[in-house]
């Protein structure tokens, strides 16, 4: 397993705090990079913008996760 550190941006309901809120968004992650296993979410800051108008019940993170591509490959994003 080879494991890589990525940075991204993904959205969670806004109710949501703490393992239910860091879930939300690991299953997020996994949705955008289906390449990607046993994503593991190491940080999550509300963006200054998010969408509102578009989506009034969802927050958006700027995030940073581990992720193992499952191919052995390491990138440093």
């Known amino acids: 397993m080879s494991w890589s550190r990525y940075e991204g941006k993904a959205p969670a309901e806004r109710t949501l705090t703490g393992a239910a809120r860091d879930a939300e968004l690991e299953d997020c992650i996994r949705l955008q990079n289906p390449n990607l296993t046993d994503v ?3 940080r999550a800051t509300p963006t200054e913008v998010d969408d509102v108008d578009v989506q009034p019940d969802r927050q958006w993170y700027s ?14 994003r």
């Open 40 to 42: 593991r979410l190491e």
């Open 63 to 76: 995030v940073t996760y581990l992720a193992d591509d499952g191919e052995g490959h390491t990138t440093a």
